[in-house]
């Protein structure tokens, strides 16, 4: 192990025992063995950690075994532990001023710990789903040949072993039966490890579309290691756009594809991989109609001052957890561009929630999504001013 990990090894024990003292000072009392109980059980959910760090050295590539019954509980454990901590934290001070603390405290550790079982059961059904969303997008002006061209958006697979196969499948399918012109993947198609292109590669090999299928890279592919996951997409005959654009053509109509890199790659000029917009947008006509693949949206507000029509981003996941309706996600509270559809003049943004889920198997509101999108030219007078005319989602979105 690298020392730095080691650092990071000692800080984790120290945050965790920090949240045991809470939960297992409240719970000693009450199971058979009392603190030794707790004690081992908190040596047992933190031992992963050495397994994981391992894994993150580049020494080893987890099986399907460990990442279900190993890394899960393990990252399952750490957030019920944080949730709890402060639940009993929160008890043990409501408590004090009335001599009940340890009452209190167990109290609210029952309760938050049966809402956290509940939420866990619904989230985890969530991710079993899977949501074929229509989403129409009108621009002035569309050249007459792409009118009713269709792109399916996947995004943020984040393949592995551990993968579900059936949701692989039906994602497959949902792509085919969308009869595609374009596919495209917009990130993280791999779940932190290089050889994790091999279960990506088993699941989506086979698709093809009329104009390809096109991918760029998302910050767990950076981190997994670009290079061999750029390969390994290659390799299924996949085009691998980083900070370049190609022109593709449609029933006689010319437009441009871009790719960018991903902020995970550092600045402009730290890595191949890292975002370079200019570079991005340079050999695309200032009048030609573009659509650009940026895992990150935050790289969009520096597209759109470049020219870009159309931006597929993912990244966000929703937060994995999110209120479609109220447009709120876990993510909104920390990003600009966090969910669905934005349009600034001319530029369209759509952040998909991601195909599938990472870390932990829980998705509320955000969906699982294979996004259709079908580009439409716009009528020039719009019947209301502040209709949300260049994007939108139509009809009813399929749920699998
Ligand atoms: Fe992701």
Redesign the pocket.
């Known amino acids: 192990m690298v020392p730095s990990l080691w650092k990071v090894m000692a800080g984790f024990l120290v945050w965790n025992g920090a949240l045991w003292l809470v939960v297992g000072g409240l719970l000693a009392p009450l199971l058979p063995g009392g603190g030794r109980t707790v004690l081992a059980l908190m040596l047992l959910l933190v031992l992963p950690i050495a397994v994981i760090l391992r894994g993150m050295g580049g020494r080893a590539y987890p099986s399907a075994f460990a990442r279900t019954w190993i890394f899960r509980p393990f990252w399952y454990a750490q957030l019920a532990l944080l949730v709890l901590a402060a639940a009993g934290l929160a008890g043990l001070l409501l408590g004090l001023p009335f001599g009940a603390a340890a009452q209190v405290g167990r109290g609210a550790l029952g309760v938050v710990g049966g809402v956290l079982l509940a939420a866990g059961t619904w989230g985890y059904a969530g991710t079993r789903r899977l949501v074929v969303r229509p989403l129409d997008v009108r621009f002035a002006g569309l050249p007459r040949g792409l009118e009713g061209m269709r792109i399916v958006q996947l995004s ?1 697979l ?1 393949v592995g072993p551990h993968t579900s196969r059936r949701h692989l499948a039906r994602i497959a399918e949902a792509v085919r039966s969308a009869e595609p012109d374009l596919i495209v993947l917009t ?2 198609q791999v779940d932190d490890y290089a050889r994790d292109v091999e279960p990506l590669g088993r699941a989506f090999g086979g698709l093809a579309a009329p104009l390809g299928v096109v991918a760029v890279a ?3 592919d950076v981190y997994a290691g670009w290079e061999p996951v750029r390969r390994g997409m290659e390799r299924l005959g996949w085009r691998v756009l980083v900070n370049e654009a190609i022109p593709l053509e449609r029933d006689g109509a010319p437009f441009w594809l871009a790719g960018t890199g991903d902020p995970a790659g550092g600045r402009p000029g730290d890595s191949p991989v890292a975002p370079d917009l200019q570079r991005t947008m340079a050999a695309v006509p200032g009048d030609a109609f573009s659509i650009v693949l940026a895992h990150n949206p935050a790289l969009w507000p520096g597209l759109v001052r470049l020219g870009a029509d159309l931006t597929l981003s ?2 966000t ?1 929703h937060g994995q957890l999110s209120v479609p309706r109220l447009r709120w996600s876990v993510a909104s509270v920390f990003l600009e561009h966090a969910m669905g559809a934005y349009r600034e003049g001319r530029s369209v943004l759509y952040v998909n929630p ?1 195909t599938n889920f ?1 870390g932990i198997p829980f998705r509320i509101g955000a969906l699982p999504e294979v996004t259709v999108v079908t580009l439409h030219g716009s009528p020039v007078v719009h019947s209301r001013e502040d209709a949300p005319a260049v994007a939108q989602a139509s009809g009813s979105s399929g749920d699998r």
């Open positions: 943020d984040h990130g993280d998302g910050n767990h993912g990244h996941h991601g990472w």
